[in-house]
């Protein structure tokens, strides 16, 4: 039972790459969702997902995008990396009402 | 604008003392109020969750409390141990949006031997 699975855990990328970072869940939950923390500062919430073949834009989905074509994946694509993309990123999982599940989050640098 | 804003940003005591972590937020109407614990180079996790008509929440050693009327919450932690150093984040789920929390930056807690 691996819970909420997020990889890769680190990546450099240079300015003007794209990547895809992975969440996996098998806990088959509803709800995924995307964040961003960067230091001194709340998680911000980036894309999340209410079903398969659902996504919506949280408050800071500019320069990325996501898909949802099962219950179980919910990769989240960054297209022309900027250096302003520098963070850390969870995912997680819930189910209605209930508190989210986060992965252990993936720590990309863009230089 | 909904804020969480918590203090202190960032607080070391010994092993075995007690304390006890704030969360002033502006976040109205809201559903619930939630705590996390975040430990260095991991996921949060969740500790307590109370809604806006519950006064307080426990967990282990580990007491939620919200005054709605202040908009204020407190997190105490009872007999600390060295496993309880991480950040603690508030987090305040707005009544008009399922998916929108509103995350404060969390304050950094080392317990010393």
């Known amino acids: 039972n691996a819970g909420v699975t997020q990889t890769p855990k680190f990546r450099i990328l240079k300015i003007g790459q794209s990547m895809t970072l992975q969440c996996t869940q098998d806990m088959n939950h509803n709800y995924m969702y995307w964040y961003r923390q960067d230091p001194g500062m709340g998680l911000k919430l980036i894309y999340y997902s209410v079903g398969a073949g659902i996504t919506d834009k949280g408050e800071v989905p500019n320069g990325y995008n996501v898909s949802r074509s099962t219950t179980e994946d919910f990769p989240l694509r960054l297209e022309l990396a900027a250096p302003s993309q520098t963070s850390v990123y969870f995912c997680?999982?819930?189910?209605?009402?209930?508190?989210?599940?986060f992965g252990d989050g993936t720590r990309l640098s863009i230089l | 604008k909904n804020q969480v804003e918590q203090s202190p940003q960032s607080l070391i005591i010994l092993e075995g003392k007690n304390c006890t972590l704030q969360c002033n937020y502006t976040v109205s109407p809201f559903s619930n109020l939630r705590w996390y614990k975040q430990d260095t180079g991991r996921g949060p996790v969740s500790l307590t969750i109370m809604t806006f008509s519950e006064n307080t929440k426990s967990n282990g050693r580990y007491t939620a409390t919200l005054d709605a009327d202040t908009k204020q919450s407190s997190l105490h932690i009872t007999a600390s141990q060295l496993s309880d150093s991480a950040s603690y984040i508030c987090v305040v789920s707005p009544m008009d949006s399922n998916y929108q929390l509103i995350w404060g930056a969390g304050t950094k807690l080392i317990i010393k031997p």
């Open positions: 997680a999982t819930a189910n209605s009402g209930q508190p989210q599940h």
